[in-house]
């Protein structure tokens, strides 16, 4: 077995910060700090009992790669060889692991054998001391059973621990402050807010364990595990991962990220193999009740059932144990790929058919998602889909749950609320459209299926508004090309199926054009005549695409979109798509062939700047005024010393953010500003405004061009 390189400590300005890097929706690929190297989130901590250790520490970091790990530190601080081992050489000499370290402080212990010997105070000190990385206060488990003002007692006792636990910490030791609550979704917010307030002589608390849902996964009641998170990160700040406590199971991975966890610990890995249980991504399966390994894994390769039947206990121990983390590494790193590809709820609704209680907490998230309330989990809701980039480039499974996943009902509620008839038709004639003509039966590329049935619809009745029928509903012909509207991967048939009528009213009210009457119609055959002289239709098509576009992913008024398409030419690629778009002779924007977006150049960003100049409110600043559904392009406002930098094409760093347009969107453009408003950058947004309000490590914006490469700043 290689051995891995031990881990670089952050710098020390660096210490206890959280960055992320990548995301889809609420899920998010994070980074932590620390002294012991980073913990890349999402991820596991193994639990590593410091006298019975399965899987040795040293063989999890350098053949597992498993960056951290957590241990009890009130089993160290009880037993007195272990303690003063740890006093005098620290914790990672203990368990011989060069990596973070994460300790528990009694809580759980207190959760099952009814309290603990140690102190608030003491507890923590012995922590401090013994080099812990990230350590816990000792808090009050709230089990699902109490009552609501044992609740109560549980989380006002754990927030006037908080202060003290956090001063005694020190400068080194970073600190779990667990959200305790029950069962109740009020509370549970209340606790975010409270813990997340509080604040040390050197820092806040660094991570949040979610607290108290042992009991809940030991009977799989998995929607009120999902309710309680959604509750609690409805106040939680964003900078700070957020630790599932005591959660392990693979099958729960996927779900859980995609709502928002960061960290997950558990010691079923060991558990399980001890009892002769296996880990799949799927479940758990009992050794002695297979044939042949349904999940195979490099340490099962060498074996088979039998073989491991007849081993020693200690011996198949191991081999299991082995399995069961290279199995939970294993879907973490598929869950990771996922938020990657913008695939994360994809993969959770798989794995929500592997279990009738998680399907069940799936299809109640898909019902707060689709009718969000006005509680906690309400606002979670909302805020999983605001940040939820709504398109994506790749293919889509076609399956039952898809039309409530969050970036599809982001992009259809962004298009009921900002799209808009167009202004005029391709034969410079004004006044209201007279029906709507529904493209059905054809499959996407509908520019190559589709597009000669259009432009004869267009010539018979300018006045027309064409949209297209797909197995998720209704759009305009204007986002023929957005994915995953044009990848939905499913066989022919798919496209065959017309909705019915109610399907097709109800579709065109969230459009605004429920009043109009409709036609459908079927692309075949059009005789040559129809489209003779089409080209004129063709550019008309091709501006609505850029205002409609502009207008529903950018929230550009369409009159300013008009004006910016009002004289447009295009460059188009082999495939008839276009590539580039010049207002006036100047190339102002390049539509993404691979989702179907908009990118801007320097010179589209100074003109949709030019509709836009003021600069965005500061963080903490309220709005006042009238909620707007065009707000136009969304805005960042940095500090005057980063505007050299970004000015020239560097990046925007978390920190270096004044303030925010709350309309933005990451993943979509938007402008770098600075305090008067002037244009200093252009680029993708990586984080949503109220993260970039809370982050101060990693990047805010990716910047495509720097406004003040020429100028003498």
Known sequence: MSTRPDPVPCRPQDLGKFEILQRDGSARIGRLHTKHGMLNTPMLLPVVNPNIRTIEPREMWDKYRVDGLITNSYVMWKHNDLSEYALEHGVHKLIDFPGVVVTDSGTFQSYVYGDVEVGVEEIVEFQRDIGVDVGTMLDVFGRPDMSRDQIISAVDITAERAPISLEKAGEGLLLNGPIQGGLHDDLRALAGQVMGDVSGVHRGFTVHPIGGIVPLMENQKYRELFQILLSAKSTLPPNRPIHLFGCGHPLLFPMSIALGVDIFDSAAYALFARGGRLLTPTGTVRLEEIQEWPHQSSELFNWTPEEVRGMESKEREKVLARHNLEVTQSELARCREAIRNGKIWQLAEERSHSSGQLREAFLWVLEQLDEPDDGPVGVSAMRMISSTNPVRSGGENLVDDI??????????????????????????????????????GSKPPWRDSSLHTVISSLKEEPNSIVVISTPIGLIPYSMEDVSPWCHIDGSDEIWDLPLDEDEIVEELDELDLSDLPFIRISPGPVP????????????????????????????????????????????????????????????????????GGISLTLEGA??????????????????????????????????????????QGRNVMQGYVLGADPHLIPGQPCLVVDSKGNLVAHGLAITTAREMAYLNKGLAVRIRDGALKDSDI
């Open 403 to 440: 039309e409530e996943r969050p970036h599809i009902l982001h992009f259809k509620s962004l298009l009921s609320m900002r799209w808009r008839i167009p202004g005029s038709w391709w034969d410079g004639s004004s006044g209201p459209p007279k029906r709507v003509v529904i493209i059905e």
């Open 528 to 595: 040559e005549e129809k489209i003779e002289g089409s080209q004129i239709i063709r550019d008309w098509l091709d501006k609505c695409s850029i205002v409609d576009k502009l207008s529903v992913l950018n929230g550009l008024s369409p009159t300013y979109g008009c004006k910016i398409t009002s004289d447009m030419t295009s460059r188009r690629s082999k495939t008839d798509r276009m590539v580039n778009l010049y207002s006036k002779g100047v190339h102002v924007i390049s539509p993404r062939l691979n989702d």
């Open 606 to 647: 100074r003109l949709l700047h030019s509709y836009s100049s003021k600069p965005p409110l500061s963080f903490g600043e309220e709005y006042s005024g009238e909620e707007l559904d065009h707000p136009g392009i969304a805005r960042v406002m940095i500090i005057d010393d980063a505007i050299p930098f970004v000015g």
